[in-house]
């Protein structure tokens, strides 16, 4: 389990996240939905410590984060951030390899090489893990970066708008690769989304940020509420249930 307790983050003296609490469990699908400046990204930078945190404690099973070890924590909780752009010129097993690099440190072993092919296999890259990134379309980039953090073979994951410039067909496809890894791979995910309908439609749990606080925290049903999408986003909008599931309308 992941625990933010009463954890603020400062940047460069500006409170951007205040007094963060709430846990994470350790197989599920969470997303985290908000405006933007909400600090939802700042909250995955905090559990990865790329940014300091100037209050609170964040426990990974029951461990403080910076108790971990490096090397430790990579085996632990991986991310794929945003600019998840290389300028090296690497083929997908390239990428895919680097992942595993926490385990074999640049000497890749027959265990490696499982993991990697494993993972290259699960996101359907098999037909293309010998073609150059430059070479592959933005869905497929995408496939091939979430190959490499699945290969790391984390506890715990984090993406950071990993549907980012993506159009319908490949964002579903991505999160129902999500879905299919916490459920196959028991994995605990956590997923920056910016479409509220897609965290309806493949997550757990959902948290719900709004100036850098906690608004709300619940499951799909529970969060696809007018009254708490209207003052979380501040706009008018609807939660219609279509097919049992809840949609949220907003387009008019």
């Known amino acids: 389990m992941i625990q933010f307790n009463n954890v603020s983050v400062d940047i460069r003296s500006t409170p951007i996240l205040k007094d ?21 990204s700042t909250l995955l930078s905090a559990l990865t410590q790329t940014v300091p945190t100037s209050a609170g404690e964040i426990l990974i099973d029951d461990k403080p984060i910076q108790s971990y070890e490096k090397n430790k924590l990579a085996r632990t909780l991986s991310i794929l951030r945003q600019d998840n752009h290389l300028t090296a010129r690497l083929t997908v097993e390239d990428l895919v390899t680097f992942g595993r690099f926490p385990y074999h440190k640049g000497r890749p072993t027959k265990e490696d090489a499982q993991k990697i092919a494993t993972a290259i296999e699960f996101l359907g890259l098999n037909e293309f893990q010998h073609r150059f990134l430059d070479q592959l379309s933005g869905g497929q ?11 790391q073979d984390t506890k715990y994951v984090c993406f950071d708008e990993p549907l980012n410039n993506l159009d319908m067909k490949h964002s579903q496809s991505i999160m129902k690769q999500l879905r299919l890894a916490c459920d196959s791979l028991n994995k605990s995910i956590i997923v920056v989304l910016h479409d509220i309908n897609f965290a309806a439609s ?8 709004h100036n850098g606080r906690v608004f709300e925290i619940g499951s799909p049903e529970e969060i696809m509420q007018d009254n708490i999408l209207q003052a979380l986003y501040d706009m008018p909008l609807h939660v219609q249930t279509i097919n049992g599931q809840p949609l949220c309308l907003y387009y008019s």
């Open 20 to 40: 963060i609490s709430f846990s994470i469990p350790e197989t599920g699908l969470t997303s985290v939905i908000g405006p933007n400046g909400a600090g939802k």
């Open 141 to 151: 980039r995408q496939r091939a970066f979430i190959a490499m953090v699945l290969a």
């Open 202 to 209: 493949y997550s757990d749990s959902i948290i719900a940020m």
